[in-house]
Nanobody, 115 residues
Framework: QVQLVESGGGLVQAGGSLRLSCAASGIIFSRNAMNWYRQAPGKQRELVARITSGGSTNYADSVKGRFTISRDNAKNTVYLQMNSLKPEDTAVYYC?????????WGQGTQVTVSS
């Protein structure tokens, strides 16, 4: 059974930082690309950051230079370090991966940035 469990969201002032974690089980984590998505109220879910099994990363233009995705294969965990947060970063953040032809999502963690 594949499970993705996020943690680390919360309320932070603009300019602040948060680190999200996503612990994965039920997959061969080291072989999987891992993604962070977010969904703000009234908006579509969007890809924020991606890290491949080899460690290559990609970011949405809106977060480049502020967010960093990383992974610890020994802990089956992917992280999203978010710095210089802005009110427009407010959203529910979801961890995502694909495994054996299926998509898997975490339950989401709320990030709220106050101005």
């Amino acid at each position: 059974q594949v499970q993705l469990v996020e943690s680390g969201g919360g309320l932070v002032q603009a300019g602040g930082s948060l680190r999200l974690s996503c612990a994965a089980s039920g997959i061969i984590f080291s072989r999987n690309a891992m993604n962070w998505y977010r969904q703000a109220p009234g908006k579509q879910r969007e890809l924020v950051a991606r890290i491949t099994s080899g460690g290559s990363t990609n970011y949405a233009d809106s977060v480049k230079g502020r967010f960093t995705i990383s992974r610890d294969n020994a802990k089956n965990t992917v992280y999203l370090q978010m710095n210089s947060l802005k009110p427009e970063d407010t959203a529910v953040y979801y961890c995502h991966t694909g495994w054996l032809g299926r998509d898997y999502w975490g339950q989401g963690t709320q990030v709220t940035v106050s101005s």
